[in-house]
């Protein structure tokens, strides 16, 4: 079995769980965000084969897993201490970037190269990073996270389709993707 048939069995057992669905829309309670990031990092885990990397920095070993609501954007946060580094590593690791629907049903997973992103993204953020966290700066003008987003359309532009799911059910997939991503 493919990483890719592993994720999607995963997502047809944990990610879209129709009877939850079902439920959260009967008590009138909020779908979208009913699926924790820890379970789009497992998802990222079960794709790429790599594990966690620990509680700072990327997600798994070589890679950020991100994941938005289809047309949203992609939230990266920069901490005080250890956003210098993480902003370096994210030039550095891969990125993989899951758009769901609001029931779920639909999901699309793109990778692009954190070296692809430097550019447009990581190398304009470190001066805002570094002003955001400036000790002479009035606290006022501190914030406490330093936040940054990539835009839906930019990955959906740029990133490498690995997987696309429509109705719950597995549309397409290229598990040569990921391969080449992790240098295999």
């Not at 029931?103 to 990778?111: A, C, G």
């Not at 990133?159 to 597995?170: A, N």
Request: proline content about 3%; hydrophobic content about 35%; glycine content about 8%.
């Amino acid at each position: 079995m493919s990483n890719v048939d592993e994720a999607y069995r995963f997502y047809s057992r944990h990610i879209y769980d129709e009877e939850k669905i079902r439920l959260l829309e009967k008590y009138n309670l909020q779908i979208v965000g009913s699926v924790p990031p820890v379970l789009w990092e497992l998802f990222g885990a079960l794709l790429t084969g790599r594990s966690g990397a620990g509680a700072t920095g990327a997600d798994l070993i070589g890679w950020e897993v991100k994941s938005a609501r289809q047309g949203g954007s992609y939230e990266y946060q920069y901490h005080l201490n250890t956003g210098a580094e993480k902003l370096k590593e994210d030039r550095e690791v891969n990125h993989l970037f899951c758009a769901y629907s609001e029931t779920y049903k639909n999901v699309s997973v793109r990778v692009i190269k954190g070296l692809d992103l430097s550019a447009s993204f990581f190398d304009i953020w470190e001066p805002e990073y570094h002003l955001n966290y400036d000790s002479s700066a009035p606290s006022a003008q501190r914030r406490q996270r330093f936040r940054k987003n990539i835009p839906f359309g930019y990955v959906e532009t740029n990133g490498v389709l690995v997987l696309k799911i429509e109705e719950g059910l597995l549309a397409q997939k290229y598990d040569d993707v990921i391969v080449e991503m992790n240098g295999k």
